[in-house]
């Protein structure tokens, strides 16, 4: 709409249209002042109208109708364009906490703060949508941050600290569709043309709080009749919005039931006491048409705790909507708050000075001119005269754009952004900003690990066809594509790159050193290192290796005359190696089970070969003499047996073992090992990196012989 759009003046035609009555201006602005040049009021006929909300709209449209007709005729102009205004009483307001974790310290910034005030508005809105009944749809019209908390504390700016957690406490508001497509269907039966829409207590703000005073921390409070609507301003502009279900026809009931009378009887009793004396009378007819009087104090005292019940329920709501703080002051219009004593009640409740709580009327319409001086300047027109002049505001309305095709009407509040649009059709809140893949998640040595998913694509998003960001400011008609954002590849690692951040074993094989890998275990079994790790395993990496796949990493094939010796002492092939032990392969010595000792790694081997080679002689002598005569045959294999047999006398000897004397004696000889025996030396329980053997002040071999007089010295080596 053109400032001349319906007259060459460039009048501007405002409608209120409210529960009680409907209430056109029209006016146009010169230089600093809005001059009115008429005003016309009508009340419903009918409930046509409950709590701001279009409930007949045929019966509403014909009262719109006639006032504009009345207004044509007084300013001698057809009007063709309109301003109006949604009740502030159909506002729904809902209470949210959001938060967002991240896996590292995060330094703070601007988007990540954004983040977390669209998460809470979609949290919002789909609190709002699942609370709500009949599915019906909703414009988010405002938002509020209460409180701001960084990993849980209160912080009250977020940006450049560093946190894991961030998080918000908000209000969102949000205006019924239908209540939107209610008023246009009206307002268009009556032959008019929506220009501009806003709210009323944003209206109301027009005309109540000049533009100067916005800035500070004030109420309105909009006393109608079947509900009190409440916004705050704080740093230029609305931050929150609410309403409690009771205002100035709760009173007009208590006066008819106290005077047994109809409500609009009722009516004129509560207007009729303004401006007199508390002695003065108002005179009124009952329901059975009696005439009677009541004085004005009368009047107050039967209203007097009503009106205390619902400025308390005003001053909890005021706290509520401000974050649970006193706001600096309270402007009250509308005819409800008229009653004398309502101001001074809700000054005390509020715990404010009571010349901080004000009915606005005529103090507030200095810059505003009228034609007709039969007009009363009071507080009933202050929201009609806020929706003219809320017109050259001209940035509260509803505007169409378009949405990756999808024909959208958005509530423009001069701030209306490419991430309002997505929340208007629902998109999720992922859509927006990149997401993690899912992290991996298992254990390792006992301790859980997680692997983070990779980082995924931003969401693109164009504007007209030019590439821009979410913050981008819309206007009518604008055409939106958005690519939505994607989410990275889940977290994912194998065996080979997780055990290429352990330790490898360093050992000794054969007086040479090797460094040899890890071997790991998933879910108790040997794994290969191309093994991509699953969400849920227990990984074990081994700080040993056996003997066995000692031999094999480095590919040494053990012969039978072989044997093993780890850190000096003989082992099998399942024997635990650990890093910085010694691995050596020797030659089996040419002994006897008898010349060594029972618990000798080599003792049941050899006894075991004795025993195969004793069986095969005898096998082989029985069956020589079984060709013989059997007594001559016993009897010579007797005699050769006798001859033939070498007797070996057992000899004692004396060694030093640890500077201590041993004798060593039954055996026909003795070798290096046989001392072990004789000395408490624990060979099963490792205790340092490996056995020191020295025999006269040399390094000595477990199968030497010893002879009497050797030194002998036994030692773990640190």
Known sequence: MSASANTKEGLVFGLDIGTRAVVGVVGYREKDKFIVKGIESLEHDTRSMLDGQIHDIERVSETITEVKEKLEKKCKIALKDVCIAAAGRVLKTENVHAEITYPDETMILDEHVFDLQSKGVEEAYKKFQTENEFGEKYYCVGKSVVKYFLNDVFITNLLNHKARKISVDMICTFLPYDVVEGLYTAVEMAGLTVCNLTLEPIAAIEVAIPEKFRMLNIALVDVGAGTSDICITKDGSVVAYGMIPVAGDSLTEIIANYCLVEFNEAEKIKKGIEGIGDDDTVEYEDILGLKSTITKKEVLELLDSHIKEMTKLVSDEILKLNGGEKVGAIFVVGGGGRIEGYTASLAKLHDIMVNRVAVRGEDVMGKIEFKDNSVTKDSLIVTPLGICLHFYEDNNSFINVSLNDDRLKLYDNGNVTVVDAVMQIGLDNNALFPRRGDPLEFTLNGEPKTIKGDLGESCVVYVNQELTNLHQLLHANDYIKLVPSTKGANGKITLAKLNSQNPKLNITVNKMNVTLPNLCTVNGEIAVDSYSIQNGDVVEVLDYLTVGQVLELVDINLSEEEFVLVNNTPADLDTKVYSRFSLDI????????????????????????????????????????????????????????????????????????????????????????????????????????????????RSADFLEELHEGDTIEIYWKE
């Open 586 to 697: 020797q030659k089996k010595p040419e002994v006897t089970y008898a010349d060594l000792p029972e618990d000798d790694g080599l003792y049941a081997m050899q006894k075991e070969e004795a025993e195969k080679a004793d069986k095969a002689e005898s096998d082989a002598v029985s069956e020589e003499v079984s060709d013989v005569d059997s007594v001559n045959g016993e009897a010579n294999a007797s005699n050769e047996a006798s001859e033939n047999k070498e007797t070996k006398e057992n000899k004692t000897i004396t060694v030093t073992v640890n500077k201590a004397p041993i004798v060593l004696d039954n055996k026909p000889s003795y070798v290096f090992v046989d001392v072990f025996d004789h000395i408490e030396f624990d060979l099963s329980k490792p205790q340092g990196l490996g056995i020191v053997t020295q025999l006269n002040g």
